[in-house]
């Protein structure tokens, strides 16, 4: 029972950068970690990035490893996702996501809450 609101998507070219954020409300406390997730048209959903809110530990899939940086600030129970080196291949509606489990997942199914999304485009 964790409402998120993401933020910050737009159109981009090649090689730019992009901030997204993802506000959490509700019951935050049941909020262990927090991932973020995409799905590109045609596509299946799949797994960018995941962070444990108590200490900041972070998981990346292959794809965002080097280029994207997640992150939180617990204050505001935001999660932020820096995306630079930006490529056609990253355009995608990005959702982030709440699990109530101990550790952190790449596995869509462990996460209970979902946002809306935002779409993210770049272009050539």
């Known amino acids: 029972q964790v409402q998120l609101v993401e933020s910050g998507g737009g159109l981009v070219q090649a090689g730019g950068s992009l901030r997204l954020s993802c506000a959490a409300s509700?019951?935050?406390?049941?909020?262990?970690?927090m991932g973020w997730f995409r799905q590109a048209p045609g596509k299946e959903r799949e797994f960018v990035a995941a962070?444990?809110?108590?200490?900041?530990?972070?998981l990346y899939a292959d794809s965002a490893k080097g280029r994207f940086t997640i992150s939180r600030d617990n204050a505001k129970n935001t999660v932020y996702l820096q995306m630079t080196s930006l490529k056609p291949e990253d355009t995608a509606v990005y959702y982030c996501?709440?699990?109530?489990?101990?550790?952190?997942?790449?596995?869509?199914?462990?996460?209970?809450?979902w946002g809306q999304g935002t779409q993210v485009t770049v272009s050539s």
């Open positions: 996501a709440s699990t109530s489990r101990a550790g952190m997942s790449r596995i869509m199914n462990e996460y209970r809450d």
């Open positions: 962070i444990r809110w108590s200490s900041g530990s972070a």
């Open positions: 509700g019951r935050t406390f049941s909020s262990i970690a």
